[in-house]
């Protein structure tokens, strides 16, 4: 059974491009979490997704940053006129069910801007 | 959400056992224990969670004390691959709310010797 998969493992991107962050579940998990780590920082949470749906994205950068989760294919995070302080590891989620079930990471996209 | 506190770093050696703490004094009735740990260069890796009984997995062993107020993750041969730093994070089990979020802390850095 393939775990949490995330693409590209290394993005870099200059100042004002975009980043497309991607991550497929592991097979039977609908319920998709975005985390984010700053150089020397924690993990925060971003958003929470079940497919087509947002369902809390409290930890979302209310500027520049989206995401998705559709019916079809991965979830996607997008990040539009990256800055520098952009820069972090990305992790991506997976559970079967909502509410206190473990979570299942990806490796991580590490995102650099230049 | 309540809070959660660990030692900031701990050592051991290879083939000891580890018992890695958390302190939780203001944990509520329907707050679970989980612990995560993040391997260099990794995502978080689930490892094990428990509510009022002692747990065991493959992985570990969760020990929590009578009043719930604390609780210890027990690696009982810690090898080399053990490494890495070691999140204690209550989840509340209740209905409703934002018990899917993970909340990070600082966690406790295990370095193993060999």
């Known amino acids: 059974n393939a775990g949490v998969m995330q693409n590209p493992r290394h993005l870099v991107r200059r100042r004002g491009q975009e980043a497309r962050l991607r991550c497929s579940p592991m097979?039977?998990?609908?319920?998709v979490y975005w985390y984010r780590q700053l150089p020397e920082e924690g993990l925060k949470f971003m958003v929470y997704?079940?497919?087509?749906?947002?369902?809390?994205e409290s930890g979302m950068p209310k500027e520049r940053f989206s995401a998705e989760f559709p019916k079809e294919g991965p979830s996607i995070l997008r990040i539009q006129q990256v800055v520098r302080g952009d820069s972090a590891a990305y992790f991506c989620?997976?559970?079967?069910?909502?509410?206190?079930?473990?979570?299942?990471f990806g490796p991580g996209t590490r995102l650099t801007v230049t | 959400d309540a809070k959660t506190t660990q030692p900031n770093s701990m050592e051991s050696n290879e083939e000891e056992p580890v018992h890695l703490p958390c302190n939780h004094s203001?944990?509520?009735?329907?707050?679970?224990i989980h612990w995560y740990r993040q391997l260099p260069s990794q995502g978080p890796e689930y490892v094990i969670h428990g509510l009022t009984s002692n747990v065991n997995n493959r992985m570990a062993s969760l020990a929590i004390a009578e009043d719930r107020k604390s609780s210890t993750l027990i690696l009982h041969r810690a090898t080399l691959r053990d490494a890495a730093v070691y999140y204690c994070?209550?989840?509340?089990?209740?209905?409703?709310?934002?018990?899917?979020?993970?909340?990070f802390g600082k966690g406790t850095l295990l370095t193993v010797n060999p």
């Open positions: 997704l079940q497919k087509e749906n947002i369902i809390d």
């Open positions: 097979k039977g998990h609908s319920h």
């Open positions: 203001t944990i509520s009735g329907t707050d679970y």
């Open positions: 989620a997976s559970s079967r069910r909502q509410g206190t079930y473990e979570q299942y």
């Open positions: 994070i209550l989840r509340d089990g209740g209905s409703g709310g934002s018990n899917y979020k993970l909340t």
